[in-house]
């Protein structure tokens, strides 16, 4: 029976509106409908293909939610072989690359496209009369595995081409890879259902398509940028690259919006700079850029040597992950007495520095990764993020090397070392009691967030204790010129200083001064919201824990940790000697009289005249709250220059936008607008 006529204009409707809707998507990034109302259209279609199995051609969207599993994959033979990268690690390399081209095409005038390098799979796509009919992996550069039911499954890589003017057979390459958010959220999911996550983007991704079932690399949400082209009429090619790009672009592939053109070893290089800079910004990982000479002719002139061609070059970030061992794990007590487990590593040279340390989070995670003393490990350095363990090689692990248990005492102060319900941090029972808890809880009294004690850093509060010049915070107001002169390697004009910066820190708010008390899950916004309520000290500890959780934010778990701290003689004790030697502040303004009450901002981009923690400030004094992310509940987004995303989004949003004028506005309580 063949099909009915309005099934088969309803499937070509249907098939119309999916493929908008996924150009939306992925090319504009501006759905126009939501995941159900797509999920609904392509399930009218899959409906219809099943009663009338004609209508299921190769380009049908449906194909996207993957065909049923395969044994194996077949052999496709690369006709023009995929080849590889030559790597650059140093500018001197690229300066050698640029001079090697001038040298055979005789001249210095070296247009260049620069795009990232991502760090995912490489892959062959063909269109036949504008349709996706085969997609391969790179194999060994000759022969490749065959993934095109795999590749249908993929959203940005169109099944049917756009516009007009393609070749009638063509090859596109390009790198299939998965984003980091999808691939956070592919380990989130893993380790909820006791399976092993991914070591990283890259093989999440490789895991993800090279999967017999496609169904499966149909949930997966892998992306692709296309980067070159393989099997190309000469007399259809464009005369360089970037025209190429764009027309590539203008059929609907997906090409990197960061793609540039450049000129010389200067351009290059400034565009190495700049991407390295911006790397962890990126929604994708790379690991470094790739120069491609623009202009076809001249790589026909240059041609390839054995491995990879001569017009092109991988320039590589410094990397981010490496091998090392495992020489001891020991645990450190932080202030809040959490037992942290950290590796002492054989020193390795990572991501731009070497490091002899690298955090392992807590005794579940250690148990998870299988982490033991003696173990060769892969660790990871990005950014300014602390160093962790990735994870270990078992194959390499020494016979004897016991799994690792977390004590059960404090390793500083010998108190019993516990986890509160439900909490994957153990504890030292020991409080204030425990030097390592005292000595952090000193740190934190003095940092620059709570009374902002210029110039006492952690490692003059460890000689401070040492040499018994301090035993709690009260004694630090004690301390005099003569008495700080008698530690070693400090000088009268360091000693004078010193004494200044306490003297000065004395004078201070109430929301600093209960913040730097480092009570138990008090941070900034808490310690902002009870200052604001109590208004007075003595209310605060004289507070119930039914009274302290009428405060915005604080709950029961809070409550019971404030309402513990000031029960406790030593607490009191010490609050009493810091008012006695002259600590102070003006109390808050009674609540109602606060301008910006109630009202919820953000703050994006750098400001001229103050910088964000100093404008943060000023907004919380007028009762208003600064978070971090722009939501339906922000009242006023503040943009500074160079604003983020947070722009982008509080203008879909509808907030209110508020420029640096505004800013001063809003503070001086005329309200936002010019107007107002
Ligand atoms: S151009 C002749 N551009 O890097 C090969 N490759 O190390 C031309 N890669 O196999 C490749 N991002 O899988 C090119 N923007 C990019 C790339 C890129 C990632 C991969 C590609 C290649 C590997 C070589």
């Known amino acids: 029976m063949s099909t009915p006529e309005p099934a088969r204009r309803r499937a070509a409707q249907l098939r119309e509106q999916i493929e908008y809707h996924n150009r939306r998507y992925y090319q504009l990034d501006s759905p126009l409908i939501s995941d159900a109302e797509y999920d609904a259209l392509m399930q009218e279609l899959l409906a219809l293909e099943r009663q009338y199995p004609e209508l299921a051609t190769p380009d049908s969207p449906t194909q996207r939610v993957g065909a049923p599993p395969v044994k194996a994959f077949g052999t496709v033979r690369h006709e023009i072989p995929m080849l590889s990268l030559d790597n650059a690690f140093a500018d001197q390399d690229v300066v050698d690359f640029a001079r090697r081209i001038a040298q055979r095409l005789g001249h210095h005038d070296l247009a260049f496209v620069v795009e990232p390098k991502l760090d995912g799979l490489a892959v062959s796509l063909f269109y036949e009369g504008g349709v996706l009919t085969c997609g391969a992996t790179r194999g060994d550069g000759h022969t490749g595995e065959d993934i095109t039911r795999n590749v249908r499954t993929i959203r940005p890589i169109p099944l049917r081409l756009q516009g007009t003017g393609w070749p009638e057979r063509f090859e596109v390459r390009g790198e299939v890879f998965m984003a980091k958010r999808e691939f956070q959220a592919l380990n989130a999911w893993a380790l909820d259902h006791g399976e092993k996550p991914f070591a990283n983007p890259r093989n999440a991704a490789a895991g993800s398509l090279r999967q017999l079932d496609p169904r499966i690399t149909a949930t997966r949400r892998l992306d692709f940028y296309c980067y070159g082209y393989g099997l190309y009429p000469d007399q259809d090619l464009p005369e360089t690259q970037s025209a190429l790009m764009d027309q590539f672009r203008s059929w609907g592939l997906p090409v990197n919006p960061e793609l540039r053109v450049v000129t010389g070893v200067d351009g290059c290089l400034a565009y190495y700079r700049d991407l390295l800079a911006r790397?962890?910004?990126?929604?994708?990982?790379?690991?470094?850029?790739?120069?491609?000479?623009?202009?076809?002719?001249?790589?026909?002139?240059?041609?390839?040597?054995?491995?990879?061609?001569?017009?092109?070059?991988?320039?590589?970030?410094?990397?981010?992950?490496?091998?090392?061992?495992?020489?001891?794990?020991?645990?450190?007590?932080?202030?809040?007495?959490?037992?942290?487990?950290?590796?002492?590593?054989?020193?390795?040279?990572?991501?731009?520095?070497?490091?002899?340390?690298?955090?392992?989070?807590?005794?579940?995670?250690?148990?998870?990764?299988?982490?033991?003393?003696?173990?060769?490990?892969?660790?990871?350095?990005?950014?300014?993020?602390?160093?962790?363990?990735?994870?270990?090689?078992?194959?390499?692990?020494?016979?004897?090397?016991?799994?690792?248990?977390?004590?059960?005492?404090?390793?500083?102060?010998?108190?019993?070392?516990?986890?509160?319900?439900?909490?994957?941090?153990?504890?030292?029972?020991?409080?204030?009691?425990?030097?390592?808890?005292?000595?952090?809880?000193?740190?934190?009294?003095?940092?620059?967030?709570?009374?902002?004690?210029?110039?006492?850093?952690?490692?003059?509060?460890?000689?401070?204790?040492?040499?018994?010049?301090?035993?709690?915070?009260?004694?630090?107001?004690?301390?005099?010129?003569?008495?700080?002169?008698?530690?070693?390697?400090m000088g009268p004009k360091s000693a004078q200083n010193l004494v200044g910066a306490l003297e000065k820190s004395k004078h201070t708010t109430l929301a600093r001064f209960l913040y730097a008390l480092g009570i138990r899950e008090v941070g900034e916004v808490t310690a902002q919201a009870l200052a604001r309520h109590f208004r007075h000290l003595d209310r605060l500890q004289a507070a119930t824990e039914e009274e302290l959780q009428a405060v915005p934010d604080v709950g029961p778990s809070v409550a019971r940790h404030i309402h513990t701290f000031f029960r406790q003689a030593h607490n009191r004790e010490v609050i009493q000697a810091l008012l006695a030697a002259g600590v102070h502040w003006d109390p808050p303004p009674p609540a109602a009289a606060l301008p910006l009450e109630g009202k919820t901002l953000v703050i994006t981009g750098t400001l001229e005249s103050l910088t964000r923690e100093e404008a943060k400030a000023r907004l919380e004094a007028l009762g208003a709250k600064v978070t971090n992310s722009v939501s339906k509940h922000t009242d006023y987004l503040i943009v500074g220059a160079d604003p983020g995303s947070k722009l982008a989004k509080a203008q879909a949003l509808g907030v209110e936008i508020v420029d640096e004028e505004g800013f001063w506005r809003l503070l001086a309580g005329a309200g936002a607008s010019k107007s107002g």
């Open 279 to 489: 790397r962890h910004a990126l929604p994708y990982e790379i690991d470094g850029v790739v120069y491609k000479l623009d202009r076809l002719a001249e790589r026909s002139a240059l041609g390839s040597a054995a491995r990879a061609p001569r017009w092109a070059l991988a320039h590589k970030f410094p990397a981010e992950e490496a091998t090392t061992r495992v020489l001891a794990i020991e645990v450190q007590v932080g202030r809040t007495g959490a037992l942290t487990p950290v590796a002492r590593l054989e020193p390795v040279f990572v991501g731009g520095a070497t490091i002899t340390n690298a955090t392992l989070h807590n005794a579940d995670e250690i148990r998870r990764k299988d982490i033991r003393v003696g173990d060769t490990v892969i660790v990871r350095r990005a950014g300014d993020v602390i160093p962790e363990v990735v994870k270990s090689l078992p194959e390499l692990r020494p016979a004897t090397a016991p799994p690792f248990e977390m004590p059960k005492h404090c390793p500083v102060c010998g108190a019993e070392a516990e986890a509160a319900d439900g909490e994957a941090i153990i504890r030292c029972s020991g409080g204030l009691y425990c030097p390592a808890q005292h000595r952090e809880a000193i740190k934190h009294f003095a940092s620059r967030r709570a009374m902002d004690i210029d110039g006492l850093g952690d490692k003059l509060v460890d000689r401070l204790l040492e040499q018994g010049l301090i035993k709690t915070v009260a004694d630090l107001y004690r301390l005099t010129v003569e008495r700080l002169a008698e530690l070693d390697r």
